[in-house]
């Protein structure tokens, strides 16, 4: 974190238009525009970081320290019970010392803090649904905590604006909410982070955006305000609560006070199809100079299935596929990324094109306003794709595709996660949670699905640091330490379409897939028990 700490002091005085100004985006999200920054009541119980930006660690007491020396040891322990000693451990290889194992006491309080993390997330999936910008979901998650004494952790960690990372589609994680719309079948990944009584619980879940009917609009809407209205779930913080939601399409502020202020300026979605214009540039650039070749299992395929590769040159001499540096990863001279290309046809079809009658126009109003809009007809004929016949699309095809695809990347996404924990116990290595995604992982994948783990973003050991030691590696390691037992940590990998680099975004935050690929993620506290794993943040 020390990189942020000297990237806040040198570029924290630029505005964003500085700092994108040149910046060239991989696919459709593109930097928007931030809500005010938030002001807590001085009645929420905060972290040492809430005002400078740089969180200080916290030391555990002695009777937190906890060895793994073939025998369970919690945090109830002391090292007089142990009488294991440094020498002791040298001696014995299979020894592991921490000092950040918890006791009975504090796993309690972990737990009912993910308890409540749970619950949130819970109702942060209902009111999820196309039209609704990434801003709108965090104003919910910042009320909702404020209303029951929480402080969501992100804010202001290392200077994160927002009380949440809300990341979609080819955004890997740490997105900052912004007035990016929601569509039909985007992957949006929340991760909800809250502290309270001196400790810190940590979650992750990816959602498919879905397309609802108009009551069921107005239903969601009316439980989005449900917080603001509703006298039954008052508390002894509900007076402070965060009185305005700031709306980003409507351009104003309503806040609680004497007057409400108007900004003139106009804002639109960065990710809409009213973005374009003049100087929109209609080719997404993937930053090719940094990104993997293509596996050599695609290659393999591509060059002994004669069909399919007929039907990508039919496609490009139909004028379906473009011949774009940008979205071709050359083997032999042919090979075409019809990944990318489909997920830049579906943008083209059904995001920015008017003319099919299927474009989200002016999606504020088409979730708060009676805007009627017909049903589409669901198509009954199931195709089986090599990946996806273009020459045969339409809007229709595209949507179920990509709903297709999408949902079975999150299925991914939580099986692995899903797998990992279920090894975890006291004496495990660290090392084995890696090598049961990645056998899981290689099991799943084929010619057209090579879902890969994102390398270099740990899971973490939390408490009462948001982050502590030991981090938990998600791509292959040689981490011989083991498990103990009373020890709570995260496991959280993101699983990628395809294998390639990543990138961070100019605010030193948003990380982005360096091709136009998608991403999903699950994230969960557990704590290690002598035969098990329990999950925190389990759905009850």
């Known amino acids: 974190m020390k990189c942020k700490e000297s990237y806040n002091k040198m570029f924290s005085h630029l505005h964003d238009y500085e700092l994108f100004s040149n910046f060239q985006y991989?696919?459709?999200q593109k930097k928007g525009v931030l809500s005010p920054k938030y002001y807590l009541p001085k009645y929420i119980e905060r972290p040492n970081y809430h005002k400078t930006g740089v969180p200080t660690y916290i030391n555990y007491d002695s009777t937190n320290s906890g060895t793994y020396n073939n025998q369970p040891l919690t945090g109830k322990h002391?090292?007089?019970?142990?009488?294991i000693t440094n020498a002791n451990i040298k001696k014995n290889d299979h020894a592991y010392e921490y000092n950040n194992?918890?006791?009975?006491?504090?796993?309690?309080?972990?737990?009912?803090?993910?308890?409540?993390?749970?619950?949130?997330?819970?109702?942060?999936?209902?009111?999820?649904?196309?039209g609704i910008t990434t801003n709108d979901i965090?104003?919910?998650?910042?009320?909702?905590c404020i209303n029951n004494g929480y402080y969501p952790s992100p804010l202001n960690y290392h200077l994160f604006p927002k009380s949440s990372c809300i990341s979609i589609n080819e955004i890997l994680c740490h997105g900052i909410p912004d007035n990016n719309i929601l569509f039909e079948n985007d992957i949006v990944k929340v991760d909800i982070s809250i502290y309270k009584s001196g400790y810190h619980a940590d979650m992750c879940e990816s959602f498919l955006v879905e397309k609802v009917g108009k009551k069921e609009q107005?239903?969601?809407?009316?439980?989005?305000?449900?917080?603001?209205?509703?006298?039954?779930?008052?508390?002894?913080?509900?007076?402070?609560?965060?009185?305005?939601?700031?709306?980003?399409?409507?351009?104003?502020?309503?806040?609680?006070?004497?007057?409400?202020?108007?900004?003139?300026?106009?804002f639109v979605a960065p990710n809409s199809k009213a973005i374009q214009n003049d100087n929109y540039d209609e080719d997404f650039d993937d930053n090719t100079n940094s990104v993997h070749v293509c596996s050599n299992m695609y290659s393999n395929y591509y060059n002994k299935n004669s069909n399919y590769r007929e039907m990508l040159k039919m496609n490009e001499s139909n004028g379906l596929l473009r011949k774009n540096r940008h979205h071709i990863?050359?083997?032999?001279?042919?090979?075409?990324?019809d990944l990318e290309s489909f997920h830049k046809q579906y943008d083209e079809a059904i995001i920015y094109n008017p003319?099919?009658?299927?474009?989200?126009?002016?999606?504020?109003k088409y979730i708060y306003n009676s805007i009627n809009r017909k049903n589409e007809k669901s198509d009954k004929n199931k195709k089986k794709y090599h990946f996806f016949d273009e020459s045969k699309s339409n809007v229709n095809d595209l949507k179920k595709y990509m709903l297709k695809k999408n949902m079975k990347l999150i299925k991914t996404a939580y099986e692995c996660t899903m797998a990992a924990i279920s090894i975890c116990k006291h004496g495990v290595p660290f090392k084995t949670i890696a090598d049961v995604m990645n056998s899981y992982l290689q099991k799943k994948n084929n010619a057209y699905e090579q879902y890969s783990i994102v390398p270099n973003l740990c899971g973490h050991n939390i408490g009462k640091n948001f982050h502590e030691e030991p981090f938990i590696i998600h791509t292959i390691n040689n981490d011989e330490r083991k498990m103990t037992e009373n020890m709570v940590f995260t496991i959280?990998?993101?699983?990628?379409?395809?294998?390639?680099?990543?990138?961070m975004w100019p605010d030193n935050w948003t990380l982005s897939n360096s091709r136009y690929y998608f991403s999903a993620q699950f994230e969960h506290t557990i704590v290690i028990k002598k035969n098990e794993a329990q999950i925190l943040t389990k759905k009850l």
């Open 329 to 337: 990863t050359k083997i032999n001279d042919e090979l075409y990324d």
């Open 101 to 130: 194992v918890k006791s009975d006491d504090e796993v309690e309080i972990i737990a009912n803090n993910c308890k409540f993390a749970r619950n949130l997330m819970d109702d942060v999936s209902y009111i999820i649904c196309e």
């Open 218 to 266: 107005k239903k969601r809407k009316k439980y989005y305000d449900y917080i603001y209205l509703n006298n039954k779930l008052k508390t002894k913080y509900t007076k402070y609560i965060f009185k305005y939601h700031f709306d980003l399409t409507k351009n104003m502020i309503v806040k609680k006070g004497k007057q409400c202020s108007i900004i003139k300026k106009k």
């Open 26 to 28: 991989v696919g459709r």
């Open 355 to 364: 003319s099919k009658g299927n474009a989200y126009n002016d999606m504020q």
């Open 138 to 144: 965090d104003i919910y998650i910042l009320n909702k």
């Open 492 to 503: 959280e990998p993101i699983i990628t379409e395809r294998s390639c680099n990543f990138i």
């Open 78 to 83: 002391t090292k007089t019970d142990t009488n």
